[in-house]
């Protein structure tokens, strides 16, 4: 079973400061997924990626497969980013099964 | 704008009860899962669909039960409720060939 870390377990920043966080997993993958989780619960897909990056806005993120590493990077946060961020992975070509981390609350102040 | 939708949002009831939460999906997704996610933590499969009457259990032992009667909804039942069914349940469904995708925004059930 694949294990998913992510770091930090919660970050504060200032708006407008870029932010990084980090997702390591145990075993190979068929692809990593980034979400985000608001206060109310509700879940959006952010990024699905297998290799390489992926940007969307204020949003990259990156993976390195060989290392068994991604990092999600918000440039120029914004308190609406505010939100707690899961990496979770997949395993296994079609896999249905996703691995989640526990996630990362990010608090951004103006 | 979500595609999938979740009833109710928040369910406060007490012991015994038989209670019915609610997931339904316009994509025409044939894969249906449900997630429970206690505060803080990680998001855990206990039920998941690849069709019309098709289920199975996922990970995570629950008591609850499901159907899959129609392709767009995919209720979870509890037939008598207890407070350590207290959590967030989370409903997702997908396209053939990928993970979870979509997200409903969960229902907050309370077990008194």
């Known amino acids: 079973k694949n294990e998913v870390e992510q770091s930090p377990q919660n970050l504060t920043a200032q708006e407008g400061e870029f932010i990084t966080i980090n997702c390591s997993y145990s075993?190979?993958?068929?692809?990593l997924h980034w979400l985000q989780q608001h206060p109310g619960g509700g879940i959006v897909s952010l990024f699905m990626l297998s290799s390489g990056k992926k940007k969307h806005g204020r949003l990259i993120a990156t993976i390195n497969i060989q290392e068994k590493h991604s990092s999600l990077h918000i440039t120029a946060s914004h308190p609406r980013d505010s939100a707690v961020y899961i990496c979770a992975v997949a395993s296994g070509a079609g896999s249905y099964q996703l691995t989640f981390g526990k996630g990362t609350k990010l608090s951004v102040i103006p | 704008e979500a595609d999938i939708y979740q009833t109710p949002r928040y369910l406060v009831i007490g012991t015994g009860k038989k209670i019915t939460l609610e997931c339904s999906q316009t994509?025409?997704?044939?894969?249906m899962y449900w997630y429970q996610q206690d505060p803080g933590m990680e998001l855990h499969l206990i039920h998941y669909?690849?069709?019309?009457?098709?289920?199975e259990k996922g990970d995570l032992s629950s008591e609850s039960t499901v159907s899959r009667i129609r392709t767009e909804h995919f209720p979870l039942t509890l037939e008598s409720a207890r407070p350590s069914h207290t959590s967030q349940y989370l409903c997702?469904?997908?396209?053939?060939?990928?993970?979870?995708?979509?997200f409903g925004d969960g229902t907050r059930l309370s077990i008194l």
């Open positions: 669909s690849y069709g019309v009457n098709s289920t």
């Open positions: 994509m025409g997704h044939d894969k």
């Open positions: 997702a469904s997908s396209e053939a060939g990928f993970p979870p995708q979509h």
């Open positions: 075993v190979g993958i068929s692809a």
